[in-house]
């Protein structure tokens, strides 16, 4: 039973450049959420995906952030023309359900920016 | 909006314990508790929702105070696997949409 699977692990950009993180949830699960964490730092919600829907998209910012979660394949995290600022890593996780069920996560995707 | 966690760091012997508290001043449906080590990703340990039901680890325990808005992990008889920092979710929204506190970083020496 396959956990929470995103690649790339790592990958570098450069300034201006896009990225484009991957994510496939656990077997059964259709919530997806991501969450951004700076070094030191704890995680931030980004944005709540169910196939084909952005549930919640608050933390994500206004501008070069967007995401999907087709019918088929993974969500996708996308940045566009990033920035130094946006190095991070990001964590997408999965759930089968709602605030009462547990989530997990995948082993993130380490982005730096150069 | 988000929680609370004290202490932020604690460093322990083997075999001692530790309480680790989380905070929030908005109402709560349920506290989701994970432990993260340096450059991996936040590992599920306990879940515990309105009304008292509580799915996880068995031998990790914690409480949730519904109307304190409060919860805590109790880590008993500590190994060396058991450092990290350990994070709360809050979910204010019953969406699954985690708000994480700052962390607490726990040490356990030998």
């Known amino acids: 039973n396959a956990g929470v699977m995103q690649n790339p692990r790592h990958l570098v950009r450069r300034r201006g450049q896009e990225a484009r993180l991957r994510c496939s949830p656990m077997?059964?699960?259709?919530?997806v959420y991501w969450y951004r964490q700076l070094p030191e730092e704890g995680l931030k919600f980004m944005v709540y995906l169910q196939k084909e829907n952005i549930i919640d998209e608050s933390g994500m910012p206004k501008e070069r952030f967007s995401a999907e979660f087709p019918k088929e394949g993974p969500s996708i995290l996308r940045i566009q023309q990033v920035v130094r600022g946006d190095s991070a890593a990001y964590f997408c996780?999965?759930?089968?359900?709602?605030?009462?069920?547990?989530?997990?996560f995948g082993q993130g995707t380490r982005l730096t920016v150069v | 909006q988000q929680p609370v966690q004290s202490p932020q760091a604690v460093i322990l012997r083997e075999g001692e314990d530790a309480v680790i508290n989380c905070s929030s001043s908005k109402a709560l449906y349920s506290v989701h508790w994970y432990r993260q080590k340096h450059g991996e990703a936040p590992v599920f340990l306990m879940i515990?929702?309105?009304?008292?039901e509580q799915k996880g680890h068995e031998k990790i325990s914690a409480s949730f105070n519904e109307k304190k808005q409060q919860s805590s992990l109790y880590l008993t008889a500590s190994q060396l696997s058991y450092s990290g920092t350990y994070f709360c979710g809050t979910d204010p929204s019953n969406t699954g949409k985690l708000i994480f506190g700052q962390g607490t970083t726990l040490q356990v020496k030998p």
């Open positions: 996780a999965s759930s089968q359900g709602q605030g009462n069920t547990e989530a997990f």
């Open positions: 515990l929702l309105k009304g008292g």
């Open positions: 077997k059964g699960h259709s919530h």
